[in-house]
């Protein structure tokens, strides 16, 4: 019933920021709009990680240890979108990131963008 699209990845420098975006699309008959937002990645050959989530009734999002302090969350609820500003990349922030949008206790998810992180 969500549909999601990443947008904003890409090769960066060490030390570099990106910008990601996910636009999600609430396709229920309801239209209630989505409930909490966020971010995985996976890099090659390891597992899928968490990266952050941000509830639609707070004002902040909640972050893996990993990120803290590096990587911001915004969301404009309104337009069903969710940012990830990513600062002070390293090398193992490479990976693709992963939109999701929970809704009615079901979790979607987007397709990815990549993010490059060269040393």
């Known amino acids: 019933q969500v549909q999601l699209v990443e947008s904003g990845g890409g090769l960066v420098q060490a030390g570099g920021s990106l910008r990601l975006s996910c636009v999600g699309s609430d396709r229920s008959s309801e239209n209630n709009g989505i409930d909490s937002m966020g971010w995985f990645r996976q890099a090659p050959g390891k597992e899928q990680e968490f990266v952050g989530i941000?509830?639609?009734?707070?004002?902040?999002?909640h972050y893996a240890d990993s990120v803290q302090g590096r990587f911001t969350m915004s969301r404009d609820s309104s337009k069903n979108t969710l940012y990830l500003q990513m600062d002070k990349l390293q090398p193992e922030d490479t990976a693709k990131y992963i939109c999701c949008g929970d809704q009615h206790a079901m979790r979607s998810w987007g397709r990815g963008t990549q993010v490059t992180v060269s040393a």
């Open positions: 941000f509830r639609r009734a707070e004002n902040f999002g």
